[in-house]
């Protein structure tokens, strides 16, 4: 593994000063300098790396994305049955950010498409679509035969059944979240059934009311 330059080393201590203190005292509380500091860096620096908390948490988004991949590969790489591959896949995500729900619980405040941390937003189409880009492979490596002129829209689908259950899993406050594990038990059961059913030669003209409601509000 190639060594980190000091640069690299520099912008790391920072996005983990930053997001512990996002954690610790909130995001819109945390400044700039506090960050430097907590780093050991001036502001300056700071800045130098990151022109502003919002730049820290696409870092933020860009790092988990990374550091999940390997783990997301092993359960792509498992069972070719739907639902247990979409179970694995939620729960990966789950447990990566378990650390920071609270900091989630605050940048979920943050949906309107025009913000840049909005999980809509321009910012954060590539995240967003190289996450699309697991479940299409979730989907490819099941059992389950798709059909086609719905197989480009199912992976958009299921990565907002994805924001869903996150979103809900970020308000649990049932022990150990079981209601978000019961939510997913049962819902999952419903995704995938409607995914078999959906290819079903007589919903054909139901598929295509759903394929034109989809073009007609996906993103340009």
Aim: zero cysteines.
């Amino acid at each position: 593994m190639k060594p980190k330059s000091k640069s690299d080393e520099t912008r790391a201590r920072l996005l983990a000063a930053a997001i512990g203190l996002f954690q610790r005292q909130g995001f819109e509380e945390t400044t700039m300098r506090e960050i430097a500091a907590a780093a050991e860096t001036a502001t300056g620096a700071a800045y130098y790396y990151f022109e502003s908390k919002d730049a820290i948490v696409l870092a933020f988004y860009d790092q988990a994305q990374q550091e999940m991949e390997p783990r997301l590969e092993e359960v792509l790489a498992g069972s070719k049955d739907l639902k247990q591959r979409l179970s694995a896949l939620l729960q990966v995500k789950l447990d990566y950010f378990e650390p920071n729900r609270r900091l989630l619980g605050t940048l979920a405040a943050h949906a309107d498409p025009e913000h840049p941390l909005s999980p809509f937003s321009a910012q954060t189409r590539e995240i967003r679509e190289r996450d699309m880009s697991f479940f299409e492979r979730t989907l490819a490596g099941s059992r389950v035969r798709i059909s086609p002129d719905l197989k480009p829209h199912l992976p958009r689908l299921l990565w907002m059944y994805q924001m869903g259950v996150i979103l809900f899993w970020i308000y649990d406050r049932s022990a150990d979240q079981q209601r978000t594990r019961a939510l997913l038990e049962k819902s999952l059961a419903i995704v995938v059934r409607l995914v078999k059913l959906a290819g079903i030669p007589l919903l054909r003209p139901v598929r295509r009311m759903v394929v034109e409601l989809l073009e007609a509000v996906a993103e340009g």
